[in-house]
Structure formats: structure tokens, C-alpha cells
């Protein structure tokens, strides 16, 4: 598992394709993940707002899962440095406070203005969108990410999803460019199946 922590903000768990890309990277060994109970609660709010219709037991069961397989993924004790941050909005110091806690590299989160640098680098810490990380991730391995999505492309399953598809859903869900360096390297003679291999997949 790679020392590099990235702590992810609630607004990158609700999407389920990004999500997955997220923490098959993780699971690589390509960063260690990192959350806290009230993200996931704020996770789990927008999840059964944006689809009522679905039982919210799968959405706990989703995040059950994803504890299971990280362990030392949620993040205690942030609470009471929370008082001793400024932040832009409030409620965000949470976030903050968590990734403080979990000693984090970076917060992934698509709501950067509200984690300036200012308030961050003094701290140790940036604040980056999905797609600049997920790009990030690929630069450092195109190989292996390139068969990330195959895998996660190949593991949807009902009904099937092409890697194109998957890509496509990436994309809308704020990853486009990401989507697209992926695309581009499944084209690319560069990475040929022995890459794959090596890549250790």
C-alpha cells in the first residue's frame, strides 16, 4: 500500500462508477483511502435523495462493504479540532478536520473553492478534483489503470459494460479528462497485453 493518503470528500463517494475507479486504485495500492462517518452520512443523504426509489439498505450496504475492504479507512477522534479551523463554509471544517487527523496528502473533493490554499497549505494539505486525481493516477500508471477499468468494466456485469461504456460514465459523472487519456492509451499500440501483465493485474 502506498504512504500517499488521499482523504475523499462525500461529493466523490456518491457517484458509483468514479467511486469504484477510486478504490480499485487503492486497492492496487496506488494510495490510501480515507473517510470518516460523517462523510459517509453525508454520502448516504444525497444517495437517497438523488434515488428515492432505490432501497436505502443498499447504500449502507455499499459503504459496509467499503469498510470491509479498508479497514483503516474512517477516520476518528477529528472532532475536536474541528473549532480551531477556518474555512469558507463552516460545515466544511469537518472534512478538514478529518483529513487532519488521518495525517492526509490531499482531499479529493469537486468542491475546491470552499478548501482554498490558504487555509491548506499550511497545513500540509491541497485540495483536488476528481478528475485532476484520477488523471494523476493514470499518469503514474497507464498500464495498470487501463486495466482497472477493464476490470471494473468486466465486473458491472448486468447488463454488460464495454470499457468504452464505463469511460463514458466517468465522464459524466467528473471525470472527462481522465475518460479521456484512458481512451486514448486503449487505442494506443504503447500498451500492449505483456503491459498489462506486468502491470500486475
Request: aromatic share 6%; glycine share 4%.
Amino acid at each position: 500500500m502506498s504512504s500517499f493518503t488521499a482523504f475523499l470528500d462525500a461529493c466523490v463517494l456518491v457517484p458509483i462508477a468514479p467511486c469504484d475507479t477510486l478504490l480499485r486504485m487503492a486497492d492496487c495500492g496506488a494510495f490510501r483511502p480515507l473517510w470518516s462517518e460523517r462523510v459517509e452520512e453525508e454520502a448516504l443523504r444525497a444517495l437517497c435523495e438523488i434515488h428515492p426509489d432505490i432501497d436505502p439498505s443498499r447504500f449502507h450496504s455499499r459503504f459496509r462493504s467499503m469498510n470491509e475492504a479498508f479497514e483503516d479507512a474512517r477516520v476518528t477522534g477529528w472532532e475536536t479540532l474541528v473549532e480551531g479551523l477556518e474555512l469558507p463554509d463552516p460545515n466544511d471544517r469537518h472534512v478538514l478536520a478529518a483529513a487532519i487527523r488521518g495525517r492526509a496528502d490531499v482531499i479529493v473533493t469537486e468542491n475546491v473553492r470552499d478548501f482554498p490554499a490558504s487555509a491548506l497549505s499550511p497545513l500540509g494539505l491541497e485540495a483536488v478534483r476528481l478528475d485532476e486525481f484520477l488523471l494523476t493516477q493514470f499518469d503514474l500508471g497507464v498500464p495498470a489503470t487501463v486495466q482497472i477499468v477493464h476490470d471494473q468494466a468486466r465486473a458491472m456485469g448486468r447488463p454488460p459494460v464495454t470499457a468504452e461504456q464505463l469511460l463514458g460514465r466517468l465522464a459524466r459523472s467528473g471525470a472527462p479528462r481522465f475518460a479521456h487519456a484512458v481512451e486514448a492509451a486503449l487505442s494506443s499500440p504503447q500498451v500492449s497485453d505483456q503491459d498489462l501483465e506486468d502491470s500486475g493485474r
